[in-house]
């Protein structure tokens, strides 16, 4: 048996204020802060001896993981960072204001591209050349992103980096999006492209996975 622990990092300062983020890099607000505190003590009672922690390269996940991780009295184990486990690009959106975008673009629109899994916003001219991309092909540096190509980039990280540690017994947590863990909830659950328009993980929130020895999925919970 093992588990698959899912949290979404706490408040930024691009929540609070509801502005599109995607691969811009944001911080915790206070709020967020604690938020992130309050989930690690809450994990922390179930005693789940994690041997990895896995996060993006943007700061509001990684902050959220040092934090998770203090509580737990666990800093001393890996902590990998890797950019397939960014938020959901979501193109010249990012900065906008979501109100002011309904506005814009209209309602249905916005939420075409908020909810669909299948859905583009409008793409960046240029992609970011950011230095923690440096190592990428630039053609895989996106200028915008539908779930469904967010979940195209997550997917083989989830398949070489945490499936073969939950194969071997080892539990795994994971700290990212709002939008990258609905890609993964999507993948694990096998849930369809229209359901997953409903699904929504909230700042600080744990998701809580067991699987068996053939990583079958027999058990999920919320924190």
Request: contains cysteine.
């Amino acid at each position: 048996m093992a588990q698959l622990v899912l949290v979404r990092h706490g408040e930024s300062t691009a929540n609070r204020d509801n502005i599109y983020t995607g691969w811009s890099d944001v911080p915790l607000t206070a709020k967020g802060e604690q938020e992130a505190k309050q989930i690690g003590a809450k994990l922390a009672t179930l005693q789940i001896p994690f041997s990895a922690c896995h996060t993006s390269v943007l700061t509001r996940a990684i902050m959220t993981s040092y934090l998770i991780l203090d509580q737990l009295h666990l800093n001393w184990i890996p902590l990998y960072k890797t950019w397939r486990l960014n938020e959901r690009h979501y193109g010249a959106l990012r900065g906008l204001n979501k109100a002011k975008s309904k506005e814009i673009f209209g309602v249905t629109q916005i939420a075409r591209w908020r909810r669909s899994f299948t859905s583009v916003p409008p793409m960046l001219e240029t992609p970011d050349l950011d230095r923690r991309y440096q190592q990428l092909d630039v053609r895989d540096v996106p200028r915008g992103e539908s779930l469904k190509m967010a979940a195209a980039r997550l997917q083989p990280y989830y398949d070489d980096q945490i499936v073969p540690r939950l194969m071997r017994g080892e539990d795994q947590l994971v700290v990212a999006h709002g939008s990258s863990l609905r890609a993964l909830l999507k993948y694990i659950e096998n849930i369809s492209d229209t359901d997953i328009n409903g699904v929504e993980v909230q700042n600080g929130e744990a998701i809580i996975y067991s699987f068996d020895e053939q990583l079958n999925l027999v058990d999920k919970a919320r924190a």
